[in-house]
């Protein structure tokens, strides 16, 4: 008889940045997500394999609907920074190894039209509807848009439809 795995959950994907105001106007100011936790620290470079051992960073995580899990870290390094990010081999084009950040909004209309304003972003779809199958037959509806944020982070933005 075997023991039933105890599932895994999701709390959080952190982004790297080198620059911490964009993001936060992108993530929190126009997403809407709400600042959990904002602090100073000094990482030790034993988990994380970046930046050089106990360099000073800044790490704000952000909540979304749910308290426990849907949250986005968002950490910078401050002494010595991080160097910069490799350019895109392709631009508008994610490739294998990379993430997709899949989100849901009730105004992707209202988020697109803000988003226009943001420098850095490179926006890969205007909004447009999507149809999926749902499991039993039917369609699931979207309104969609799809962007790099200034960061290179792909973001899928997706409304709910039916």
Same mark, same amino acid.
């Given at each position: 008889m075997s023991e039933k795995k105890v599932p895994t959950d999701f709390r959080r994907v952190t982004m790297m940045v080198n620059e911490m105001d964009t993001p936060l106007?992108? =993530?929190k100011d126009i997403l809407g997500m709400e600042v959990y =936790?904002?602090?100073e620290i000094i990482v030790s470079g034993k988990g994380l394999p970046a930046g050089e051992p106990d360099s000073k960073t800044r790490l704000v995580l952000l909540q979304c609907n %749910? +308290? =426990?899990?849907?949250? !986005?870290?968002? !950490?910078? =390094?401050? %002494?010595p +920074? !991080? +160097?910069a990010p !490799? +350019?895109?081999p392709e631009p508008n084009r994610v490739r294998a190894g990379e993430i997709v950040f899949v989100m849901h909004? %009730?105004?992707v209309e209202g988020v697109y039209q803000q988003l226009l304003e943001v420098e850095g972003i490179e926006m890969v779809s205007e909004p447009h509807i999507s149809e999926y199958p749902k499991d039993g037959g039917g369609v699931f509806r979207v309104l969609g848009i799809s962007f790099f944020d200034p960061n290179g982070y792909f973001i899928e933005l997706n409304q709910s439809l039916n």
């Open positions: 106007k992108l =993530y =936790y904002d602090q %749910d +308290p =426990y899990i849907g949250m !986005l870290g968002i !950490l910078q =390094y401050i %002494d +920074p !991080l +160097p !490799l +350019p895109r909004n %009730d105004d």
